[in-house]
C-alpha cells in the first residue's frame, strides 16, 4: 500500500466536515487505521429514490473508487429498505414512499450507473434488508434507546419543521438508527456520505460503540453546486447533469456552469493535481471549464468521446456550424401543413417534452429553422429542413412516412 500520508491526502481531499474539531478527530483515526496496513472495510449507501443519478451522486462515488486504488475494500451498499422510510437529513418535508417494486428497479439502475466509475471487479454490491428486514421489534427497541429525541430535533431541516407545527413522523427518526445499524451488521472501518449526512455517520459511530465495535471513520463531502453555481445540483431544479447523458450534452453542461464553480468542479469531480488547477484557474476561464469538461466526460464516457465532444462544442457553440451529423426525424412532406408544423415536430422528435414546451422554446427565441429563428410554431416543415434547439441540440428533417428518430 502507499504510505499513510499520501493516502491521507488522497482520501480528505475535497472533504468537509462542517468544523475542524471533527476534522481533527477523523484524520487521526483514520491516520491510526491507515498505519495498521491492512485494507478497510469502506461503503456508502445510496437509497435508489430515482432512476437517474447526477454529477452529485459521483462525489462519493469518487471518494470509494480512491479507497479502491489504494488497496482497501468497498462496498456499494443499496438502501432498499431505508429507501422505504426516506432520509430526512435534506428534506423540509416528508419523502413519498416508494413500492418494492420501484426501488428494485432503481436499484438496477443506479448499480449500472455507479459502474461508470467504481471498479466492477473490486466492489461489493450489499442490501440493507438483509438484515434490517431480519430485525425484531425489540430490537429495533434496543437500537432506538441509544438516542434521545432531542438530537434528533437538533437538526436544522427537523428543527425548522418543528418550529413551523410541520409532520414529522416517527419513522423519520428512525431513519438514522437504521443507517447507523449498517456500520454495525457490517462492522466498518469508514463510511463515506454527504456533508448533509453527518448527523447519521456519527450515529454509526455511536452505536457501533454500544455493540462493542470500533467506530467508523466518517468521511463526508459537501454538496455539489448545479448548474446555476447556488443551489445544490438537483433534477427537480433543473440544474443537473447527468451522468448518462451523451457525451455532447454533458460536455456542454459542464461549459455552462459559472467560473464561479470552477475550483470545486476541478477539486471534488476530477483527480487533476491542485498546482495543476491552480495554473487552470490562473489561465482564461474558457480553456480552464474546456478542461474541466474534457476531464469529466472522459471520466465517464472514456478519451475518445471526451475529445469528440470537445470538438463538437467548438464547432456548433463557439464557431456556430451545423454539425454534419445529427439525429433525423422521418416526415411525409404531402401530409397537412398542421401534421407538418414545428409546434408537432418539436414535440413529436422530444426535441420538447410537450407541446406546450415546443411553444415556450420559439415564444423565447429558441428554436432556428435553416439558421433563422423560427417566429411561428404553425409554421410547416419540409424535408432538407434543418432546426437547432438552444445551443447543443440539432434535428434533420428527412422525407418518410412515419416518426424517425
Same mark, same amino acid.
Given at each position: 500500500?502507499?504510505?499513510?500520508?499520501?493516502?491521507?491526502?488522497?482520501?480528505?481531499?475535497?472533504?468537509?466536515? $462542517?468544523?475542524?474539531?471533527?476534522?481533527?478527530?477523523?484524520?487521526?483515526?483514520?491516520?491510526?487505521?491507515?498505519?495498521?496496513?491492512?485494507?478497510?472495510?469502506?461503503?456508502?449507501?445510496?437509497?435508489?429514490?430515482?432512476?437517474?443519478?447526477?454529477?452529485?451522486?459521483?462525489?462519493?462515488?469518487? =471518494?470509494?473508487?480512491?479507497?479502491?486504488?489504494?488497496?482497501?475494500?468497498?462496498?456499494?451498499?443499496?438502501?432498499?429498505?431505508?429507501?422505504?422510510?426516506?432520509?430526512?437529513?435534506?428534506?423540509?418535508?416528508?419523502?413519498?414512499?416508494?413500492?418494492?417494486?420501484?426501488?428494485?428497479?432503481?436499484?438496477?439502475?443506479?448499480?449500472?450507473?455507479?459502474?461508470?466509475?467504481?471498479?466492477?471487479?473490486?466492489?461489493?454490491?450489499?442490501?440493507?434488508?438483509?438484515?434490517?428486514?431480519?430485525?425484531?421489534? $425489540?430490537?429495533?427497541?434496543?437500537?432506538?434507546?441509544?438516542?434521545?429525541?432531542?438530537?434528533?430535533?437538533?437538526?436544522?431541516?427537523?428543527?425548522?419543521?418543528?418550529?413551523?407545527?410541520?409532520?414529522?413522523?416517527?419513522?423519520?427518526?428512525?431513519?438514522?438508527?437504521?443507517?447507523?445499524?449498517?456500520?454495525?451488521?457490517?462492522?466498518?472501518?469508514?463510511?463515506?456520505?454527504?456533508?448533509?449526512?453527518?448527523?447519521?455517520?456519527?450515529?454509526?459511530?455511536?452505536?457501533?460503540?454500544?455493540?462493542?465495535?470500533?467506530?467508523?471513520?466518517?468521511?463526508?463531502?459537501?454538496?455539489?453546486?448545479?448548474?446555476?453555481?447556488?443551489?445544490?445540483?438537483?433534477?427537480?431544479?433543473?440544474?443537473?447533469?447527468?451522468?448518462?447523458?451523451?457525451?455532447?450534452?454533458?460536455? $456542454?453542461?459542464?461549459?455552462?456552469?459559472?467560473?464561479?464553480?470552477?475550483?470545486?468542479?476541478?477539486?471534488?469531480?476530477?483527480?487533476?493535481?491542485?498546482?495543476?488547477?491552480?495554473?487552470?484557474?490562473?489561465?482564461?476561464?474558457?480553456?480552464? =471549464?474546456?478542461?474541466?469538461?474534457?476531464?469529466?466526460?472522459?471520466?465517464?464516457?472514456?478519451?475518445?468521446?471526451?475529445?469528440?465532444?470537445?470538438?463538437?462544442?467548438?464547432?456548433?457553440?463557439?464557431?456556430?456550424?451545423?454539425?454534419?451529423?445529427?439525429?433525423?426525424?422521418?416526415?411525409?412532406?404531402?401530409?397537412?401543413?398542421?401534421?407538418?408544423?414545428?409546434?408537432?415536430?418539436?414535440?413529436?422528435?422530444?426535441?420538447?417534452?410537450?407541446?406546450?414546451?415546443?411553444?415556450?422554446?420559439?415564444?423565447?427565441?429558441?428554436?432556428?429553422?435553416?439558421?433563422?429563428?423560427?417566429?411561428?410554431?404553425?409554421?410547416?416543415?419540409?424535408?432538407?429542413?434543418?432546426?437547432?434547439?438552444?445551443?447543443?441540440?440539432?434535428?434533420?428533417?428527412?422525407?418518410?412516412?412515419?416518426?424517425?428518430?
Amino acid at each position: 500500500m502507499a504510505p499513510v500520508e499520501d493516502q491521507l491526502a488522497a482520501l480528505l481531499r475535497g472533504t468537509e466536515f $462542517g468544523d475542524e474539531p471533527t476534522r481533527r478527530v477523523m484524520e487521526a483515526e483514520l491516520r491510526e487505521r491507515l498505519a495498521e496496513g491492512r485494507p478497510l472495510r469502506v461503503y456508502c449507501g445510496y437509497d435508489p429514490t430515482a432512476v437517474d443519478l447526477h454529477l452529485g451522486h459521483t462525489l462519493t462515488m469518487r =471518494k470509494l473508487r480512491t479507497f479502491q486504488d489504494l488497496g482497501h475494500e468497498v462496498t456499494f451498499l443499496i438502501g432498499n429498505f431505508t429507501t422505504l422510510v426516506g432520509d430526512p437529513s435534506d428534506a423540509d418535508r416528508t419523502r413519498p414512499m416508494l413500492s418494492p417494486e420501484e426501488i428494485e428497479e432503481n436499484s438496477r439502475t443506479y448499480v449500472d450507473q455507479a459502474f461508470r466509475i467504481l471498479d466492477r471487479e473490486r466492489t461489493i454490491v450489499r442490501r440493507n434488508a438483509d438484515w434490517l428486514g431480519a430485525l425484531s421489534f $425489540g430490537d429495533v427497541l434496543r437500537v432506538a434507546s441509544h438516542f434521545t429525541v432531542a438530537q434528533f430535533l437538533e437538526r436544522d431541516n427537523l428543527a425548522r419543521r418543528f418550529e413551523r407545527h410541520d409532520p414529522i413522523h416517527i419513522s423519520e427518526f428512525l431513519y438514522a438508527l437504521m443507517q447507523a445499524y449498517d456500520a454495525v451488521a457490517m462492522e466498518t472501518d469508514v463510511q463515506v456520505g454527504g456533508s448533509d449526512q453527518l448527523f447519521n455517520l456519527m450515529a454509526g459511530r455511536v452505536l457501533q460503540r454500544e455493540y462493542g465495535q470500533r467506530p467508523q471513520v466518517a468521511i463526508t463531502l459537501p454538496l455539489l453546486s448545479g448548474t446555476d453555481g447556488n443551489l445544490k445540483m438537483s433534477k427537480s431544479l433543473g440544474n443537473h447533469i447527468g451522468i448518462d447523458e451523451p457525451p455532447n450534452d454533458l460536455f $456542454g453542461k459542464v461549459m455552462s456552469i459559472p467560473d464561479s464553480s470552477l475550483r470545486s468542479y476541478f477539486t471534488l469531480l476530477t483527480d487533476l493535481p491542485d498546482v495543476e488547477v491552480e495554473a487552470l484557474l490562473a489561465g482564461a476561464p474558457m480553456e480552464a =471549464k474546456k478542461r474541466l469538461a474534457l476531464e469529466i466526460t472522459a471520466g465517464l464516457h472514456g478519451s475518445s468521446a471526451a475529445e469528440a465532444a470537445r470538438g463538437y462544442f467548438e464547432s456548433t457553440i463557439q464557431r456556430r456550424e451545423t454539425p454534419s451529423e445529427m439525429p433525423e426525424y422521418a416526415l411525409d412532406g404531402e401530409a397537412p401543413e398542421g401534421e407538418r408544423s414545428l409546434l408537432r415536430v418539436l414535440a413529436a422528435s422530444g426535441l420538447a417534452a410537450s407541446s406546450a414546451e415546443a411553444r415556450r422554446l420559439v415564444a423565447q427565441g429558441a428554436v432556428r429553422v435553416n439558421g433563422e429563428r423560427a417566429l411561428e410554431a404553425a409554421r410547416p416543415l419540409s424535408p432538407g429542413d434543418e432546426l437547432r434547439v438552444g445551443p447543443r441540440r440539432f434535428l434533420r428533417v428527412v422525407a418518410g412516412a412515419g416518426r424517425g428518430a
